[in-house]
């Protein structure tokens, strides 16, 4: 069904669809960071009366409520299984305001002990034609006592008594030695704790040197057990690349549950250029393959659901699995469920198919639990169960 022409959607889709639709135009960072500035002002502002029912609104033209798609995972309750993947809103400053987008939940980070200005810019760039986008943004963000502050100013509910739930993800500072990753990551998990629903361990983005050196299976137990060493440890989750071999996802999957790690995010961007190395940048004049960063997107979609199916192939059932990359439509998404992801994120596909991709999901999904006899989306996972059309029903 069509937006309404007065709706939030239509709104996204006149006004910056042309601007999406083209690698020129607007900087893609410039143009992040100008909603963002937007969103935190109507966050911390939610409660006057013009802001809420501004937000109400929005609320009615995005949430989709039924208890079918409600699941509770490592402790958490999630409304529905759609959320917001960490990289938009790095400094959690529109925290407050996530549900009423129609996720069920929101991750905000990659949040690092020491604030750290990112890479040099230009860092972030549209690749419209194929819905995606290249980004060596380099963890920027202003430091973990920067996002506590931000997240006690906006005067969240605690957890567990969120609208959605709120994850954080943790990295390292650029500054720190691998040898130092544990006591730097659980320098920024100790403080933010008490506000996190869950914490992410980012062993996995492409843009801090050595980074991906602690997705090896000794470097990243010894950081599990220091990071579940803390008081009050919120359930731990580590985000893996999608560049790892069938081993190593094997490997993960082992630590995790001899670790007791709550889940597994796949997948972080990829150093993969996925067949478009010679694809040009038209703001530097270089091919893809000589550009720096990671890819996310469209073209990332296969690759992260052969992660999903080879982790739940190594894990069992019983891990939970988040599954992120090339997710911008509802049969998208219940496919990576079907594979074994109990939860997805969005990121590109919602920046480029704009705030309806939610709402356009989860009523996808209720017409497959429907097509399906499904009592809740928990049964679809890991089912296999294929996509079924509305003339598929009409054959049977």
Known sequence: MPPSPFSSGAFYQ????????NDEGLDAE????????????????????LVSTVLEGLAGDLQRRDLRLEQV????????PVGLAAGFDKNGVAAGLWDRFGFGFAEVGTVTWHGQPGNPRPRLFRLAQEQAALNRMGFNNDGAQA??????????????????????NVGKSKVIAL??????????????????????INVSSPNTPGLRDLQDSSQLRRLVERLRRLPACPPLLVKIAPDLEDEAIDGIARLAFEEGLAGVIAVNTSLDRLGLGQRRLLQTGRTLAEEAGGLSGAPLRQRALEVIRRLRASAGPVL??????????????????????????????????????VPQ????????????????????????????????????
Request: hydrophobic letters at 40%; a neutral charge; one cysteine or more.
């Open 147 to 168: 996002l506590r502050r931000t997240l006690e100013r906006q005067r969240l509910d605690p957890p567990g008594r969120r609208p959605a739930v709120l994850g954080i």
């Open 320 to 357: 939970t699995l988040i599954g992120v990359g090339g997710i911008d439509s509802a049969e998208i998404a219940w496919e990576r469920i079907t594979a074994g992801a109990s939860l997805i994120q969005l990121y590109s596909g919602w920046i480029f198919k704009g705030p309806d991709l």
């Open 14 to 21: 006149r006004w910056l669809g042309p601007v999406l639709a």
């Open 361 to 396: 999901i989860l009523e996808g999904l209720q017409m497959q639990m429907d097509c399906h006899g499904l009592r809740n989306i928990s049964e679809a996972v890991g089912s296999g169960l294929p996509w079924r059309s509305g003339s598929d029903d009409a054959k049977d």
């Open 30 to 49: 410039q143009l992040s960071r100008t909603a963002l500035t937007a969103l935190g002002q109507a966050s911390m502002r939610r409660q006057w009366p």
């Open 179 to 200: 040898e130092q990753a544990p006591e730097d990551y659980a320098s920024s998990l100790e403080l933010l704790a008490p506000l996190a629903d869950y914490a992410v």
């Open 73 to 80: 995972l490592f402790g958490c309750r999630f409304p529905n």
